[in-house]
């Protein structure tokens, strides 16, 4: 098969894990017998330094035009005074947009070799296995109108959440969809009690479940969801929620299975998908060879699996994973006391030997 794709490296860590997940997908490429071809281009910082916008027209066309695309991340306190539309960020909103990528799939999943990396007891945490499901494309992210103005010292800032029924549909069937080939749980999460998008959201959502008779349908505050994610996290299967509290619950989901650096990340839905690590590009140890490279590594699985329909190659991925980490192979955010830590580069070889070994 050819597997046609676009590298978006981006801002900070982003192209040292990008780098890392590239050389794995080689890897399986020739492992497999299909072709890789590549294209890489700029997005946040790296393009606004480049060309003075955050996601050029020449990114754009080589993402629509390709099978897939691989994103490292985007951000960087250099432009933090910018404008909005000319912050980093702003290129991977619009790019999700161009794309049309309404759902984002982020899976947090506890490996037992790393029951020590966890804040949580091995007893409260262990078999872990969580898939958020964030709208992406709506509420609060993208709502009009939205601004900053007035005098100085007496401005006003605007946003606006907004969901349209339609939109709380296609993401709502989309977890449903996917409940059903796991432990058949949604609980949706959201500020009922507070926020008009949330009531919508819940309605919509409790409508669509009697189409799924099978799936049990929760629903849950978000401030409440929050606790219950760190007390019980082996209750939640499948969480269905908006654009804003997915984000802040997806990076805490991170911290429970032991670190932000192992999320991956999956967005679908539109013309072509697009695959990030849910960590962003971490400035503070940019360039120093001691990210973890995990989170894209399990992007790249996630690209082969949605994007191209190749399951057993995404699986041979996901389990050299867990053999390099039953191996103690630890990046930094992963040592702890116990363990010396690995390059990022180190821990990249480590899982293209382990995809090597176990065919
Ligand atoms: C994420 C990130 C992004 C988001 C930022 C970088 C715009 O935090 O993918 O979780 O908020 O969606
Ligand atoms: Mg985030």
Not at 189 to 215: F, H, I, Q
Not at 266 to 288: N, R, T
Request: charged content about 20%.
């Amino acid at each position: 098969m050819l597997l046609n794709l676009t590298i978006l490296g981006g801002d900070g860590i982003g192209p040292e894990v990008t780098e890392q997940a590239v050389a794995v997908l080689q890897t399986i490429a020739d492992l497999f017998g299909h072709q890789l071809q590549l294209q890489h281009k700029p997005i946040g910082g790296a393009a606004l330094t480049a060309a003075n916008d955050p996601l050029p027209p020449d990114t754009v066309e080589a993402c629509l035009s390709s099978g897939a695309v691989l994103l490292g991340a985007v951000g960087n306190p250099a432009f933090d005074q910018n404008p909005s539309h000319l912050r980093p960020e702003a290129g991977l909103l619009r790019l999700r947009r161009e794309l049309g990528a309404y759902a984002n799939l982020r899976p947090a999943v506890f490996f037992p070799a790393l029951e020590d990396c966890s804040p949580l007891r091995g007893e409260v945490v262990r078999s872990t296995d969580i898939m958020i499901v964030r709208e992406l494309l709506g509420g609060a992210y993208f709502g009009q109108p939205r601004s900053i103005a007035g005098a100085a010292g007496a401005r006003v800032a605007i946003n606006t959440m907004r969901y349209g029924e339609d939109e709380i549909e296609r993401i709502a069937r989309v977890a449903f969809d996917l409940a059903m080939k796991r432990k058949k749980k949604v609980l949706s999460v959201d500020k009922a009690n507070v926020l008009e998008c949330s009531r919508l959201w819940r309605e919509v959502v409790t409508r669509m479940g009697k189409e799924y008779p099978e799936v049990k349908l929760g629903h849950q505050y978000v401030d409440s969801a929050a606790m219950l994610l760190v007390q019980r996290p082996t209750d939640f299967d499948v969480v269905l929620t908006e654009n804003m509290f997915g984000d802040i619950l997806s990076d805490q989901a991170g911290g429970v299975v032991g670190s932000l650096g192992l999320l991956a990340s999956a967005s679908i839905g539109g013309k072509v998908g697009l695959y990030e690590p849910v960590h962003g590009s971490a400035p503070d140890i940019a360039g120093k060879g001691i990210a973890n490279p995990l989170g894209a590594i399990l992007s790249a699985a996630m690209l082969l699996r949605h994007s191209f329909a190749l399951e057993r190659e995404a699986v041979a991925i996901e389990s050299a994973i867990s053999a390099v980490l039953a191996r103690g192979a630890r990046t930094a955010d992963l040592a702890g006391k116990a363990h010396k830590a690995i390059s990022t580069a180190e821990m990249g070889r480590r899982v293209v030997q382990a995809v090597k070994e176990r065919l």
